[in-house]
């Protein structure tokens, strides 16, 4: 008689967006059944090719509805939630996100007999924060450690791959401005590429030592905005001058962003730009969890191609 081997389960909250699209790609390498669970499951369709027949499957699970994450934590052995916002629709929405929708995550997946949880929150996370974004980040945290003691709490810097919302972004940008505006130049980052979260959130569901610990996950470098501007410029080939805007222009953006659907700069992201992002010296990261980080300069050049000038052919530096 032929023995089968019973998979384990994985139930990943934010599977279909930019990390959790190489979460589940990693995870379905290694054998698991991933479950993606989501407001929209067709947004997680085209992750189904990344496994075997069944072995990915979309699911509905509203992050405000007690039985919709009961019913996608339900036998499985692993649970992720990667689920965070940057930018609040309507009021209140990164507390009910990003705070009580990480907290209610992890109480069912405690209740449900959920075996490891790994919550991706970021580095900005404080209670003293006076960004909404940063202080509900660190509720997020608190509300995941007293529902699951044993979580695994990552916390990445800015995440840079192909399909990105920086790089690409202000690459774009860069293409048609005359200048490259500057906010917060001297605010320092360190970049963390999206394949090295995505090893990281493996690492921690299958490390033993990784339980209950909470890791700051970021690249090799240290870069001010300023200095992240300059590569880009560098990196596309375009020659554009950095120009710091005034802070009474900045406000002035801000206030006018408030009546625009997809506002390029909230007051809230103003007050984040205020403060460093980067790794706590003496906080575990990647190389705690067996990564060594990738540079900017080995990923980037390759998806911001397609924005250099003359056609592709590579660019001289800036002066």
Same mark, same amino acid.
């Given at each position: 008689?032929?023995?089968?081997?019973?998979?384990?389960?994985?139930?990943?909250?934010?599977?279909?967006?930019?990390?959790?699209?190489?979460?589940?790609?990693?995870?379905?390498?290694?054998?698991?059944?991933?479950?993606?669970?989501?407001?929209?499951?067709?947004?997680?369709?085209?992750?189904?090719?990344?496994?075997?027949? +069944?072995?990915?499957?979309? #699911? *509905? @699970?509203?992050?405000?509805?007690?039985?919709? =994450?009961?019913?996608?934590?339900? $036998? %499985? !052995?692993?649970?992720?939630?990667?689920?965070?916002?940057?930018?609040?629709?309507?009021?209140?929405?990164?507390?009910?996100?990003?705070?009580?929708?990480? +907290?209610?995550?992890?109480? #069912? *997946? @405690?209740?449900?007999?959920?075996?490891?949880? =790994?919550?991706?929150?970021?580095? $900005? %996370? !404080?209670?003293?924060?006076?960004?909404?974004?940063?202080?509900?980040?660190?509720?997020?945290?608190?509300?995941?450690?007293?529902?699951?003691?044993?979580?695994?709490?990552?916390?990445?810097?800015?995440?840079?791959?192909?399909?990105?919302?920086?790089?690409?972004?202000?690459?774009?940008? %860069?293409?048609?401005?005359?200048?490259?505006?500057?906010?917060?130049?001297?605010?320092?980052?360190?970049?963390?590429?999206?394949?090295?979260?995505?090893?990281?959130?493996?690492?921690?569901?299958?490390?033993?030592?990784?339980?209950?610990?909470?890791?700051?996950?970021?690249?090799?470098?240290?870069?001010?905005?300023?200095?992240?501007?300059?590569?880009?410029?560098?990196?596309?080939?375009?020659?554009?001058?950095?120009?710091?805007?005034?802070?009474?222009?900045?406000?002035?953006?801000?206030?006018?962003?408030?009546?625009?659907?997809?506002?390029?700069?909230?007051?809230?992201?103003?007050?984040?730009?205020?403060?460093?992002?980067?790794?706590?010296?003496?906080?575990?990261?990647?190389?705690?969890?067996?990564?060594?980080?990738?540079?900017?300069?080995?990923?980037?050049?390759?998806?911001?191609?397609?924005?250099?000038?003359?056609?592709?052919?590579?660019?001289?530096?800036?002066?």
């Amino acid at each position: 008689m032929r023995q089968t081997t019973v998979r384990q389960v994985a139930t990943v909250f934010g599977g279909a967006g930019f990390i959790g699209r190489y979460v589940v790609q990693r995870l379905a390498a290694q054998g698991w059944v991933v479950r993606i669970a989501g407001r929209d499951p067709a947004r997680a369709r085209f992750l189904q090719t990344q496994g075997m027949v +069944g072995q990915i499957v979309p #699911l *509905a @699970a509203s992050l405000d509805d007690d039985g919709a =994450v009961a019913r996608a934590v339900a $036998g %499985a !052995d692993l649970v992720v939630n990667l689920v965070g916002i940057l930018a609040e629709r309507k009021a209140g929405d990164f507390t009910r996100v990003q705070a009580e929708g990480a +907290g209610r995550v992890a109480r #069912l *997946a @405690a209740a449900g007999g959920v075996e490891r949880l =790994v919550h991706v929150s970021a580095i $900005g %996370a !404080d209670p003293a924060s006076p960004s909404r974004y940063g202080k509900s980040k660190a509720e997020g945290e608190a509300a995941v450690r007293a529902a699951f003691p044993g979580a695994t709490i990552l916390r990445p810097s800015i995440v840079f791959g192909p399909e990105d919302q920086f790089f690409n972004r202000f690459a774009s940008l %860069a293409r048609f401005l005359p200048i490259m505006p500057v906010v917060a130049g001297a605010t320092r980052f360190q970049p963390v590429y999206v394949g090295d979260v995505a090893d990281a959130v493996v690492a921690a569901a299958t490390r033993e030592d990784a339980v209950g610990k909470t890791y700051e996950l970021a690249g090799p470098r240290v870069l001010t905005f300023r200095e992240l501007l300059r590569f880009i410029l560098d990196t596309t080939g375009h020659r554009r001058p950095l120009v710091d805007l005034p802070q009474g222009l900045v406000k002035l953006q801000v206030a006018l962003g408030r009546y625009l659907p997809n506002a390029p700069l909230t007051e809230d992201q103003l007050l984040m730009l205020q403060r460093d992002n980067v790794a706590a010296a003496d906080a575990p990261g990647l190389a705690a969890l067996g990564i060594a980080p990738k540079s900017i300069e080995a990923v980037v050049p390759g998806y911001l191609r397609r924005f250099r000038t003359g056609g592709g052919r590579r660019p001289q530096p800036a002066g």
